[in-house]
């Protein structure tokens, strides 16, 4: 299985995709969210979760930060701003509810790049499963990961840095 995403060029994320960009919640977060495309997924898989985080956060403020979870895909792809006008998929909280105190609702769904200290690297992880999860919106990745235990395919990745403003 292979990700691509128009919104990563040459190691990149775009600003758009983060605390550079145009678009925002009512409390700042950065939400307009990056496009992949899925390619060569297993014929078995029966849905797709995601992860896009941050572990260069680590070293910030001590803990992988979480910008982006979903569960339930069914199409290979999502597109430029999903996050707020997609259908066909549960998103997850994000690390902004805890980062930020925002509400599990305000920090359900993406929550943009925004690194506070220097440049990091965020990884978008893929799934394939073989079956759909038993999560409802704002679910932990914590609940993600252990929906998914036991029913994981395979993975692909890939990462693109962002630098502060």
């Keep these: 299985m292979e990700i691509t995403s128009t919104g990563i060029n040459n190691g990149r994320i775009a ?16 939400s307009y969210s990056i496009p992949f495309h899925i390619c060569k997924s297993p014929i078995k898989t029966i849905s ?9 956060s ?23 701003n ?8 549960i998103q997850g909280v994000n690390t902004w509810h805890v980062g ?4 599990i609702e305000e920090s359900t769904g993406y929550g943009g790049c925004d690194p506070p200290d220097n440049k990091h690297t965020y990884r978008l992880k893929v ?15 914590e609940e993600l990961m252990q929906a998914m235990n ?15 403003k």
């Design 127 to 141: 799934f394939a499963l073989d079956t759909m999860l038993d999560l409802e919106k704002g679910f932990t990745i």
């Design 15 to 30: 600003d758009r995709f983060g605390s550079k960009g145009t678009q925002f919640t009512p409390n700042g977060i950065p």
């Design 58 to 80: 680590i070293q910030a403020c001590g803990f992988t930060w979480i910008h982006w979870t979903i569960c339930n895909l069914r199409k290979p792809e999502l597109k430029e």
């Design 100 to 103: 930020s105190g925002l509400s």
């Design 82 to 89: 999903d996050s707020i006008n997609g259908k066909g998929f």
């Design 150 to 164: 036991d029913h994981v395919i395979t993975t692909a990745q890939i990462t693109g840095t962002y630098e502060p």
């Design 48 to 56: 797709f979760a995601l992860v896009f985080d941050d572990d260069d």
